[in-house]
């Protein structure tokens, strides 16, 4: 049988860190022939990414301007992709989770006939407009994909409620797993020198996290005076907060949370630097998806600041807790993490039912089974 000709489409950051491993997994199986496209949907933080894990990619849309509108992304990674396509004459296009970018792929993939296999497939909220545009990003993709590659069983069931074949799911776990493998070390030099000087020991750091879009505005400003009041009322508390490059996050965050020698307010981090301050923080407060999934590998209790989550399974596990955007709830959530060590154990000692840190490996021999390589069926996660 001939090499599969494989292209790994992907645009953001977040995107970035779970398909890398995925990345160099299939690189290193010879049934493969996997080249790189990236939009750059988020430039800077992706390349970040690119560099982290060594990838170069074989083609690059650098798509990313000022003030892109989800039109521009979604018309130029389809136009872009079509042009790749065109040229690559992929057999397998893999897209991740729930970006324009992954359904711009998926679609530009479903045009040219190009079998979609899609990582972390199954995610959802089942409110199209929560989170806005990643639900609908995903159930779009999904209606697209001929291979799915779900995180966990819930995923699975979600997939086949909607009517998915189940000989075209895998359970596999999650990639970020694999990659937290490979960032997370003790000892670690922050190139961000300030964070060398912290006694993570002494000081009850708290890592947040907060730009989505449906949290703009006053949503965003509820959470900094929440946040606020858990320093002034915590003396051994330390927050840390990467700040988001939209103008619309960073100027209600330093607005209301500036000034206060106990706030540190940074600008993204890189994601080495990300993963092993997670790994060394008390607790994560976030809206981010991926955070979810990371922290609770690492043992650290999550707060969500947000009202839906399409993770459900850490929130049965016990390790990540919902619990909105208004600024009472969010100063009362962190107090009891905070103050009741019971309380505390018990969301730091949950099992995390995300990955084994083999998810790669699994999707790899999935695409083997899938495309008569072998005859043999992965076990799931």
């Excluded at 990674?77 to 970006?99: F, I, N």
């Excluded at 209606?143 to 189940?166: C, I, M, V, W, Y």
């Excluded at 999935?366 to 390589?373: A, P, Q, S």
């Amino acid at each position: 049988m001939k090499n599969i000709k494989i292209l790994a489409t992907f645009g953001t950051r977040p995107e970035a860190i779970k398909m890398a491993p995925l990345v160099q997994e299939l690189k290193s199986r010879p049934h493969f022939d996997c080249k790189v496209a990236v939009t750059a949907q988020h430039r800077q933080m992706l390349d970040q990414v690119l560099g982290l894990f060594d990838i170069n990619p074989d083609y690059d849309l650098d798509i990313m301007t000022k003030g892109q509108s989800l039109f521009d992304v979604t018309s130029k990674a389809l136009l872009g992709l079509k042009e790749v396509m065109e040229k690559s004459r992929p057999d397998v296009v893999l897209v991740h989770g729930d970006t324009t970018t992954t359904f711009s792929g998926a679609l530009a993939a479903f045009y040219e006939g190009a079998k979609v296999g899609h990582i972390e497939a199954g995610l959802r909220t089942f409110n199209k407009w929560l989170p806005y545009p990643e639900e609908m990003n995903r159930r779009l993709t999904g209606q697209l994909t001929d291979f799915h590659f779900a995180p966990t069983k819930r995923a699975k069931d979600n997939l086949l409620k909607e009517g998915a074949d189940s000989e075209t799911i895998l359970v596999t776990g999650n990639t970020v797993i694999d990659a937290l493998n490979t960032t997370v070390k003790f000892p670690f030099h922050f190139s961000t020198e300030i964070l060398n000087d912290i006694n993570f020991e002494e000081q009850k750091v708290v890592l947040v996290t907060a730009h989505r879009r449906e949290n703009l505005g006053e949503p965003l400003c509820e959470i900094c005076k929440g946040l606020l009041e858990i320093v002034l009322k915590n003396p051994d508390v330390l927050l840390i907060y990467p700040v988001h490059m939209n103008p619309a996050v960073k100027e209600p965050v330093h607005k209301i949370l500036g000034g206060n020698e106990r706030i540190l307010l940074l600008p993204p981090l890189d994601t080495d630097e990300m993963h092993n301050l997670m790994a060394r923080c008390y607790m994560v407060m976030t809206d981010s998806g991926g955070l979810q999934e990371e922290a609770p590998s690492l043992g650290k209790p999550v707060l969500v600041l947000r009202h839906e989550t399409e993770r459900p399974e850490a929130v049965d596990a016990g390790t990540v807790k919902v619990i909105g955007t208004k600024r009472d709830t969010v100063f009362e959530e962190a107090e009891k993490l905070l103050k009741d060590k019971y309380e505390y154990d018990k969301m730091a000692n949950a099992i995390n039912p995300y990955g084994d840190g083999l998810a790669s490996k699994r999707i790899a021999e999935g695409l083997e089974y899938f495309l008569g390589f072998s005859k043999n069926r992965p076990d799931e996660f």
